[in-house]
């Protein structure tokens, strides 16, 4: 046996996960696909990649000495900055040694008589472990649009996710960027003072609020430094684990006034605030989510100035807050610039790209650079690119054909010692990103210290337990108007086979941090019930 634990993955969640397996002095390795640690913020270079958490919420939390130590320059840090900030964290605690990079895992397969997971790499290799940690990114699979002629363009084109390392020289060139959701909203408001021509591509328009960046002082990190406790006491108190807390008045037990007057007060807030700090029935209750949108809407109505460039940026299929709020700079700013163009492809769709630009069924435009700001493959993309087998060979990607099933988030019956601490279902992929991290990572490490301490070589949760939490996870859809989105937290992807609207695949979950940890830790306390374990 090579190592007793692979982890897959040096984002986030892999550079924790090694850190708790080496204290642990388990002999271990991550591999990264990768040339270099940082997972998102390697890849994401792109004009405007940011947090929408605060920084210093957004951090690691185990260790007081890097508390000490980083301080955070923004509100919401820059790309740049959270990749150094990556490479501090592994540098201070020596974990590149672990590290394998250029490591793209192509299959795996659990070998029953040995209770061991044999891995196939693409550099020809085998590797083999008792146990499997997926540190997978959740939004890591970026996709293309089906268009024709893709590889006929001229110029320059590619994927916000592969955002060339070297700079790209925008001044003076006519720019196109194909789509609005996160990504693109991030990218338009940061180049369009920048190129000297952009026309955006907007399929679907997505509500989107004031980001509010700004610097930290010195005064104010050191303030920060002495909150830090506190900070992620309030975290782990909220259901999205950031600081933002939901106001707990009724909706309609307070006047609509009372109502504009929080709004008015959130809609400048930094961050997240105007959503996570608004009335919970905005995230179940209609009339109350249609009331709030149309104030939101109007807002947008302010600060774009043509009229009806401004009614085509408002959402129509789906209200504020129903799906992860996209946050920006200048966004809506942008579009009062004459040098900047929004084309609706649901009135005109895009047909090819030609040698010069892109074909809509109106007309041809030019263009020097094409960028595809057109999502992900979302939470179970980048499980699906390896092929996974358990017992009897089953393949996890068939298993996951019509959405994902898992224990907890973080185990599948039928792929025993196979881990997940950021899984679909678990509660990382509808909270503050570093917060569930911890989280799993915490559990899933304790969970082999257990099999350690008790003799067991092999775990593997139940079907009976696994049915019963997917379940838990269907039924808290139920409540959220999140179920009527087409939103990557319900797996919509036109770009991906299977994923159309209207066939549902449950893929986080939304009973909220608190609910999910009080699980996970009742399921640990009866001595990981639901799991059967060999020795």
């Known amino acids: 046996m090579d190592y007793e634990v692979i982890v897959i993955g040096a984002g986030v969640g892999g550079i924790y996960q090694i850190k708790r397996l080496v204290d642990l002095g388990i002999k271990a390795t991550v591999l990264e696909a990768g040339a270099d640690l940082g997972g998102t913020w390697y890849w994401n270079r792109y004009p405007g990649a940011r947090f929408d958490s605060e920084s210093y919420t957004y951090g690691y939390s185990f260790s007081r000495e890097v508390l000490d130590e980083w301080h955070w320059k923004e509100r919401f840090s820059g790309q740049p900055e959270n990749l150094r900030y ?180 959130l809609y400048g807030s930094p961050g997240f605030a105007i959503w996570l700090r608004n009335f919970r029935e905005i995230f179940t209750n209609e009339e109350a989510n249609a009331e709030f949108s149309e104030y939101i809407a109007n807002r947008i109505r302010q ?21 992860r709020v996209p946050m920006e700079t200048n966004y809506f700013e942008a579009y009062n610039r004459p040098n900047v163009h929004l084309v609706d492809i649901s009135e005109t769709p895009l047909v090819q790209v030609t040698e010069k630009g892109l074909r809509t069924t109106e007309r041809d435009f030019e263009f020097d650079i094409i960028v595809y700001a057109t999502g992900f493959d979302a939470i179970t993309g980048a499980y699906d690119h390896i092929d996974i087998r ?42 503050n990103f570093p917060r569930g991290i911890e989280t799993g990572v915490n559990w899933c490490t304790d969970l082999l210290q ?17 049915a019963r939490w997917t379940e838990h996870v269907v039924q808290m859809y139920s409540i959220m108007l999140m179920r009527k989105a087409k939103s990557w937290f319900t797996g919509y992807n036109s770009n991906v086979p299977g994923h159309e609207y209207g066939r549902p695949r449950y893929m986080v979950y939304n009973g909220g941090a608190p609910k999910y940890v009080q699980r996970i830790n009742e399921v640990a306390a009866k001595d990981y019930e639901g799991i059967r374990f060999v020795a």
């Open 390 to 431: 358990g017992v009897g060979g089953a393949k996890l990607r068939d298993r996951w054909n019509d959405g994902p099933t898992t224990y907890l988030g973080m185990m599948v019956s039928g792929f025993p010692n196979l881990l997940m601490p950021s899984g679909p279902q678990s509660g990382s992929a509808s909270t």
């Open 450 to 466: 257990y099999m350690r301490k008790n003799g067991h070589v092999r775990a593997d949760a139940t079907a009976e337990a696994e």
């Open 86 to 265: 990556l490479n501090f964290v592994a540098g201070k605690f020596d974990l590149r040694k672990h590290m394998q990079f250029n490591c793209k895992v192509e299959s795996m397969r659990f070998d029953e008589a040995a209770n061991l997971w044999r891995l196939t790499l693409s550099d020809g290799r085998t590797l083999t472990c008792r146990f499997v940690i997926l540190a997978l990114g959740l939004l890591s699979i970026p996709t293309l649009p089906k268009l024709e002629g893709m590889d006929r363009f001229k110029g320059r084109s590619f994927h916000t996710f592969y955002w060339p390392q070297e700079k790209v020289e925008l001044a003076g060139k006519k720019v196109a960027v194909i789509g609005t959701g996160a990504t693109g909203i991030q990218v338009i408001g940061e180049i369009a003072d920048k190129v000297g021509e952009l026309t955006v591509f907007q399929r679907r328009p997505n509500w989107s609020a004031p980001l509010s960046n700004g610097p930290i002082s010195d005064a104010e990190m050191a303030e920060i430094r002495k909150r830090y406790d506190e900070i992620f006491k309030t975290c782990a108190r909220t259901p999205g684990g950031f600081e933002h807390e939901p106001d707990r008045r009724g909706f309609f037990e307070v006047s609509r006034e009372e109502r504009v007057k929080l709004w008015d007060s």
């Open 303 to 323: 600060r774009v100035k043509n009229p009806k460039t401004a009614e085509k940026l408002i959402p129509r299929d789906h209200g504020f807050g129903v799906q």
